[in-house]
T-cell receptor
Framework: RKEVEQDPGPFNVPEGATVAFNCTYSNSASQSFFWYRQDCRKEPKLLMSVYSSGNEDGRFTAQLNRASQYISLLIRDSKLSDSATYLCAVGRGSGYALNFGKGTSLLVTP | NAGVTQTPKFQVLKTGQSMTLQCAQDMNHNSMYWYRQDPGMGLRLIYYSASEGTTDKGEVPNGYNVSRLNKREFSLRLESAAPSQTSVYFC?????????????FGDGTRLSIL
C-alpha cells in the first residue's frame, strides 16, 4: 500500500460548486499534514497546513482524522482559478522529507 | 523574496553526458530535498539532506549523487545521463524545528535526455 493515496480524479465541477478531496495515509506515526496546489508544469505551492482541530483559510477548509488516517480539503464557491492539481503531503517529523500523494486534478468550468 | 532557486530551468543532454543541477535557498532552512516528477508517478524523492553535512537516499537514488555544499546549497549530479532520467526535477527546503514545517519548492529544472 502506498504511504499516501489520493483519488486522481479528474473532478469536473461548475463555478460556485463545493468540492471535497480526501487523502489517506498509512503511517500512524505521521505528525504533519499539508495541502499543496500544483498548476500545470509548475512547482507545488503550499496551500495550507492541516491542524488536528481543523482549519479554514477563506474558501478552503482542511480537516484531519487521525483515527481513520485521512485528511480532507473542502473548497467552497469554486472559482475558475481553482483549477489545478491538489497534492496532499504527510510528514513524520523534522528533517524527514514529506511523502506526497500523486494529486487530485480539479477542473472548474464556467 | 527568492526562496528556493534552481538552475538551469531547462537542459537537453545526450545519453552518457554528465551535469549538475544547482539549488540554493535563502530562508536559512536546515533540510533540503531533491524530487523528480514524471507523468502519473507523482513526486518521488531522490536524495535529501536533513542538515548541513548529511545526505541520505530517498526512494529513487540510483544514477544520482548529491552534495550539500553548505547550508544554502544542495546540488544533484547525473554522472552518466540516461533517457529514463528525463523528468522535471524539483528542489525543496524545510526549516528544521520542534514544530512541523512545510517544504518550499523551487520552480524546477526540466531535463531531457536524448
Amino acid at each position: 500500500r502506498k504511504e499516501v493515496e489520493q483519488d486522481p480524479g479528474p473532478f469536473n465541477v461548475p463555478e460556485g460548486a463545493t468540492v471535497a478531496f480526501n487523502c489517506t495515509y498509512s503511517n500512524s506515526a505521521s505528525q504533519s499534514f499539508f495541502w499543496y496546489r500544483q498548476d500545470c508544469r509548475k512547482e507545488p505551492k503550499l496551500l495550507m497546513s492541516v491542524y488536528s482541530s481543523g482549519n479554514e483559510d477563506g474558501r478552503f477548509t482542511a480537516q484531519l482524522n487521525r483515527a481513520s488516517q485521512y485528511i480532507s480539503l473542502l473548497i467552497r464557491d469554486s472559482k475558475l482559478s481553482d483549477s489545478a492539481t491538489y497534492l496532499c503531503a504527510v510528514g513524520r517529523g523534522s528533517g524527514y522529507a514529506l511523502n506526497f500523494g500523486k494529486g487530485t486534478s480539479l477542473l472548474v468550468t464556467p | 523574496n527568492a526562496g528556493v532557486t534552481q538552475t538551469p530551468k531547462f537542459q537537453v543532454l545526450k545519453t552518457g553526458q554528465s551535469m549538475t543541477l544547482q539549488c540554493a535557498q535563502d530562508m536559512n532552512h536546515n533540510s533540503m530535498y531533491w524530487y523528480r516528477q514524471d507523468p502519473g508517478m507523482g513526486l518521488r524523492l531522490i536524495y535529501y539532506s536533513a542538515s548541513e553535512g548529511t545526505t541520505d537516499k530517498g526512494e529513487v537514488p540510483n544514477g544520482y549523487n548529491v552534495s550539500r555544499l553548505n547550508k544554502r546549497e544542495f546540488s544533484l549530479r547525473l554522472e552518466s545521463a540516461a533517457p529514463s532520467q528525463t523528468s522535471v526535477y524539483f528542489c525543496a527546503s524545510r526549516e528544521r524545528s520542534i514544530g512541523n514545517q512545510p517544504q518550499h519548492f523551487g520552480d524546477g529544472t526540466r531535463l531531457s535526455i536524448l
